[in-house]
């Protein structure tokens, strides 16, 4: 747009007139708007909560883009009640079963009144709507009252100086008391995945909670700790604790830990500072892998006989299946190339042979059906097999223990955090003996612990260390790169005789180049030199969602190369054709995080869309439910671990310094099945060979079991 009339104002009244841009998620948006002075204008900022109709005051600062213009940029925004045609055909539109059309009935016969006339009597109202009948009238009113409930939700937020954009979160968490819950504690909202402390903090302060009082103090070290877990730590030194809690809340909150102890919130032990729940559970992971390192095997196999032939194991490969036979508890580690999933399969193979029962599974959907396809047995995922039931937890464990299972397999076992592994061993009955099967030079589990490695650690467990790379194995240049990689050396860039010519390196250096490379890779060449589907076998790996080189950036740029033309899903930020993963356990769904796909159908009527697996299914998805999907062009590396694609295309850029390391850029080169490109600034490979993963997690576990 023009530059606009008062560059310097900070805050405008305007009808938003179109959404042109919102993320999946529903927080970025990009708006076209009128203001009362008839100017069109674009707004941006965390909008996705607005919809077009709808009159919004904001606060914030103009912006000139390099590409699009001057823009508005909200810091702040207050939404209107809706009083335009356009927006109250919207917020009618909205309702459960009303829609479209019956949003233009209730209008046509209520007029402007409607949102009034409609709350004195939902129930009255909406039953004379055409098509709701007594089957969808009880639906209908739960969705207006919901709506009303939170829009006063948003208001109260609003009223107070904490954004709108998580309204919805909090009152699908706290449901119709949600007000009266914040107003009691506002400090309730950091139980909510995502929302952190400073936001709960704006809100206390907005209704004027004293910065010196306990709540205040006590909910700053509860989250201290808490952030400490998405760090991978159990617990953290009295010192560091108090350091970082000081930084939170700009007070000293040392007298209050020996309160919150005393009130179970916290665990003091020596200089260890632990929130209670997840001590307590990494102490029962300890105890119950010492009741299966000392419990005798009951697994019968007499004289089991080692196979002939070329495939025969080696000596290392066999050892694991013995460790299995005499021990109700061992681990198999080894880079790839070493023979892990010929030493699993071997130990299948005998089990099935003897007419013993095994059962295999993973922590992702993903890993467990690459499992199941190498091994020849029917493989599950951790959460299916301790048969998870949203909202209750794990149905198996100590009292009802996964049933009938001479040997379990858990594979990718280095992505088992405390808690996943607690839960899994609680549910080992008295006959059953297990091997954890893992790589511990690949990503640290997301969340606290690295249970591998500390049991490995421990020295208790009996391991094999699996280190020989196979001759086949060895001839992929991918296998060789992960090696030297995990070594810290610079990976081969040159094929030698006999070798598979998998893995390339492209020098680039600049963001831009570095970003119109691995487009033109992703979206063009490679796949026409290898004959791939653009958006579903060609993969684009980054460290980082920001930045001119980071996942977003990608997801944007690729899905305008690739889906420029798919048909909007009204009500969500996707386009039929778009590449897609689920980032969050759905088990209503059995659609798992990580899990990829594309968003291949509409249904208006349902109100559903249609997401075809990259495992072959197809589900019908209700279009409320898509906010836990993302735009997949470009996914991070964490997300990728435990899954392979068959072409891995990774930007190296100095930029993303803080996630470099040697594990993450392992993890990513081994994530592809025919071919990795690496692409970027040879300083920034460098930088991630001289770095281990960037900081020791504070973990029990080790010493605990030892």
Known sequence: MDEPADRDAGALTAEVTAVRFSVPDGDFAVLGALTDDGDEVTLTGALGHVHAGEAVD?????????????????????VRAPVGEQ?????????????????????????????????????????????IGPAKIGAAVASWEDQGALRAVRLFLEDHGVPATVAAR????????????????????????????????????????????????????????????????????????????????????????????????????????????????????????????????????????????????TDAQWA??????????????????????????????????????????????????????????????IHRLLEFVPGEGFARGPDDPIPGTDVLI????????????????????PRTHVLLVGDV??????????????????????????????????????????????????????PRDGDVHDFFLIGRDGAQAIFDEVCALAAERLPAHYGLGAAGDVQVLAPMHKGPVGIDAFNAELRGRLNPDGAAVPGTAFRLGDR????????????????????????????????????????RLPVGDTRTLKLAYAISVHKAQGSQMPVAVIPLFRGHHLMLTRNLLYTAVTRSERVTVLVGDPSALELALSRRDAHRRNTRLAQLVA
């Open 410 to 429: 858990v594979d990718e076992a280095s992505m088992l955090g405390v808690r996943l592994a607690a839960a899994l061993l609680d549910a080992v009955g």
């Open 580 to 619: 897609v993963i689920q980032t969050r356990n759905s088990y209503e769904h059995e659609l798992m995080n990580g899990e990829l796909g594309m968003l291949v159908a509409h249904d208006p009527e349902r109100e559903t869309v249609l997401f075809a697996a990259d495992d072959g299914r197809r589900l």
């Open 320 to 381: 694991v299946v013995a460790n299995v036979l005499e021990r109700r508890l061992s681990v198999l580690t080894g880079l790839p190339g070493t023979g892990k999933t010929q030493s699993m399969r071997a130990l299948v193979d005998l089990l099935h042979a003897r007419r013993r029962t095994v059962r295999l599974c993973a922590p992702t959907g993903k890993a467990a059906r690459r499992l199941g396809e190498t091994t020849g047995a029917e493989a599950t995922t």
């Open 58 to 78: 904001v606060e914030g600062a103009w912006r000139r883009h390099a590409k699009h213009g001057w823009q508005f940029h909200a810091e702040r925004v207050r």
């Open 441 to 494: 030079d690949q990503l640290a589990p997301v969340g606290p612990g690295r249970v591998l490695e500390d049991l490995i650690e421990s020295g208790t467990v009996p391991t094999v260390r699996l280190t020989e790379i196979f001759r086949q194995a060895a001839r992929s240049m991918i296998v060789r790169a992960a090696h030297a990689i995990n070594a810290g050396q610079a990976p081969p860039t040159s």
């Open 87 to 131: 927006a109250l055909l919207a917020y009618l539109g909205a309702v459960k079963h009303v829609g479209t059309r019956g949003a233009a009935w209730l209008l046509e016969r209520h007029g402007h009144e409607v949102l009034q006339i409609v709350d004195r009597d939902p129930e009255g109202r909406l039953r004379e709507v055409p098509g």
């Open 170 to 313: 909090i009152y699908r968490h706290f449901g119709a008391g949600s007000i009266a819950t914040l107003q009691a504690d506002p400090y309730a909202l950091t139980e909510l995945d995502g929302i952190g402390f400073a936001t709960a903090d704006a809100l206390a302060r907005a209704l004027g909670t004293p910065p010196d009082s306990p709540g205040r103090l006590d909910a700053g070290v509860v989250h201290a700790l808490t952030a400490a877990e998405d760090d991978g730590h159990c617990f953290l030194p009295r010192a560091e604790l108090l350091a970082r809690a000081r930084r939170l809340l700009d007070a000293d909150p040392a007298d209050r830990l020996e309160d919150l102890a005393a009130r179970g919130r916290i665990v003091l032990e020596d200089d260890r500072v632990a929130e209670a729940s997840l001590h307590h559970t990494e102490r029962r992971l300890a105890r119950r892998v010492r009741e299966l390192l000392g419990a005798e095997p009951v697994l019968r196999v007499p004289d089991p006989e080692r196979p002939d032939g070329p495939l025969a194991p």
